[in-house]
């Protein structure tokens, strides 16, 4: 059995297929949105891509992307239906995106209110 994923509030209501699918895109997004921020910050502050330490965290990040586009594959098989496809699949990747962008701001001591409001 999967894992139940949080459920964004656009999608407790009553919708058509499309409006709960552009709900949950609009949730990976603002995760997309907080992890890059979260990410830009230290790379930055390491002097970018071209040090050895930018390089290395060039190197991790390259790497967890190429996680998170196999992670959640689960929720596209139809066989656990179409609400699997359209929230609960988006909601892992977001929680994933979530997940990674909590990891940095801690390591790198940053305040997510301040990524997200600079």
């Not at 949080?6 to 609009?26: K, L, R």
């Amino acid at each position: 059995m999967l894992a139940a994923v949080p459920v964004p509030v656009c999608v407790e209501t009553p919708q058509t297929n499309y409006e709960i699918g552009q709900c949950s895109a609009v949730e990976v997004i603002k995760a997309d949105q907080r992890m890059t921020a979260a990410w830009r910050k230290p790379l930055k502050d390491v002097g970018g891509s071209k040090t050895q330490t930018g390089q290395t965290l060039l190197v991790e990040q390259r790497a967890w992307i190429a996680f998170r586009e196999k992670a959640c594959q689960e929720y596209q098989n139809p066989d656990l239906g179409r609400d699997a496809q359209i929230v609960d699949g988006p909601m892992c990747v977001a929680n994933i995106i979530n997940d990674r962008a909590k990891d940095l701001e801690s390591r790198y001591q940053l305040n997510h209110q301040d990524q997200i409001n600079p």
